[in-house]
């Protein structure tokens, strides 16, 4: 019931971006072992806007965020107006400030259909970048993809990225098993930060692994 730290990151800093969550998580696709829980990126006791919010590879990088089928940009922007209205008469009768973090919910995920294919969209980047993060870079879902997103995330000043890697607690196959994880992660790590380095950002982004 705690919040994670970049909610916390989220609630103490807000944000810079107002069309993306300050807040992104991004997990490697197709690995196992450890489990991973929605609530590792939770809000915990803070208001429902600084939870985490995932990125996945495929079609639809954010969950439900698309418009249903036959519904417009114009009629989801006036469904969220006439929202807004009745959400604020039931915030002066009931005053839940839950009621204001799911109204800024809402707002942030029409501003985010936008955003988020624009980020997710790596196909212009230049080839050395490429060369630099590693052949995984081109395949979504990727660690070395996913590093190559968090730098994209950094330049939109989004506060916190948080990139998960499962497959660490090996118990048989030792010498392989290593061996395959640091394949997939060792340039790609560099790569982030050799990259940062090389635009400014890494004067003002903490870059932490832990395990």
């Avoid at 980020?119 to 070395?144: H, L, V």
């Amino acid at each position: 019931g705690r919040p994670s730290i970049g909610a916390w990151m989220s609630y103490g800093l807000g944000s810079d971006n107002e069309n993306l969550p300050s807040f992104v998580v991004l997990v490697t696709k197709d690995k196992y072992g450890q489990p991973l829980y929605s609530r590792l990126w939770g809000n915990g006791f803070l208001p429902s806007q600084h939870q985490g919010i995932q990125f996945r590879a495929g079609k639809n990088p954010v969950l439900y965020l698309n418009n249903p089928p036959g519904v417009s940009e114009t009629g989801r922007k006036d469904q969220l107006d006439y929202l807004n209205q009745l959400e604020a008469i039931n915030q002066q009768d009931v005053g839940d400030p839950e009621i204001q973090a799911r109204m800024a919910q809402y707002e942030m995920a029409f501003r985010m259909q936008t955003s988020v294919p624009e980020i997710m969209d790596t196909s212009g980047e230049p080839d050395y970048i490429y060369e630099m993060y590693g052949e995984d870079a081109k395949k979504p879902g990727t660690f070395a993809a996913n590093c190559l997103l968090a730098r994209r995330l950094a330049e939109r000043d989004v506060k916190f990225i948080q990139l998960y890697h499962q497959g660490w607690d090996q118990h048989g196959n030792l010498p392989n098993a290593i061996k395959v994880q640091c394949k997939e992660t060792d340039q790609a790590t560099a790569a982030l930060i050799m990259d940062l380095k090389q635009r400014g950002l890494l004067e003002d982004t903490l870059v932490i692994w832990g395990g």
